[in-house]
């Protein structure tokens, strides 16, 4: 015996009333459900939403109803609602936005990264803050030289240094050479991915999962080809960055050790 009806309903696609409606924000990637186009949203009116793909290609599409997928499950995009007035506007990591904001004078204190990818992860996210504070984050190119580093930069009460590490994790080369840090004005902490791209949500790139790249094999360029991209590294950041628009993109593991960094550089002596 079946239960009701099974020619009632849009059988194609059972549970359609409860397609989720979601906010066509800015740099949300979506994919056109009958073209398969996929792209980051770059602007949307009362009618349409415009699509960026990753070849900097743009097309314009209806906001149809259950017209689009995001992270391969349907959805109806809807023009964003404007903040009302007198709401407390948000910066990217989640905090209150200063208004009318006008950067303080850099501190002596100061915010070390790696790389280039995680000085711009860094901005993207808690930029806001970082100049309401009056910090300057600078990236080192790798930690292998850190405790010269470290010397040279002459932390002291009121011009401390906070250092962010890839692959901080027990036993791993990274640790030992964070170990060799013991000033008290110098906080170094980390995260336990390989490279910063990790700490970007899959979910949030349009993927699975990170893949696992083999020993022996350069990690970019072995993530690349595990996904099938058929682009250079910069192309490839590029697109992982495009999919960043607050904190909700990001890993845990990364977002409590930046902000530990940025606690750790304001505090005052």
């Known amino acids: ?59 314009l599409f209806p906001l149809d109803p259950a017209a689009f997928l995001l992270e391969g499950k349907v959805v109806t995009l809807v023009r964003p609602q404007a903040v009302p007035d007198g709401a407390p506007r948000r910066s990217a990591s989640g905090s209150i936005a200063v208004e009318g904001l006008r950067a303080r004078v850099a501190r002596q204190s100061r915010i070390y990264v790696e790389g280039v990818h995680d000085a711009a992860l860094v901005e993207k996210i808690w930029g806001h803050d970082l100049r309401v504070e009056g910090v300057v984050v600078e990236y080192l190119e790798g930690v292998d030289d850190l405790p010269e580093i470290v010397e040279e930069f002459a932390p002291e009460p009121g011009r401390r240094l906070g250092v962010l590490v890839d692959h901080l994790v027990p036993g791993s080369k990274e640790s030992r050479i964070a170990a060799r840090v013991t000033s008290p004005d110098v906080l170094v902490v980390g995260h336990p991915y390989i490279d910063i791209w990790q700490a970007v949500k899959p979910s949030s790139v349009g993927i699975p999962a990170w893949p696992d790249v083999p020993r022996g094999v350069p990690w970019k360029e072995g993530v690349i080809a595990a996904l099938g991209w058929r682009v250079e590294p910069a192309d490839a950041w590029r697109r992982i960055l495009g999919s960043v628009s607050s904190f909700a993109d990001l890993e845990p593991e990364l977002l409590g050790r930046v902000e530990e960094l940025i606690d750790f550089v304001t505090e005052t002596p």
């Open 1 to 59: 015996m079946y239960e009701g009806d099974v020619l009632a309903g849009n059988w194609r696609r059972p549970g359609r009333g409860k397609i989720p409606k979601v906010p066509a924000e800015r740099d949300l990637v979506v994919e056109d459900a009958d073209s398969g186009f996929c792209g980051a949203v770059v602007a949307c009116d009362k009618e349409a939403v415009t699509l960026e793909d990753r070849f900097g290609k743009r097309r």
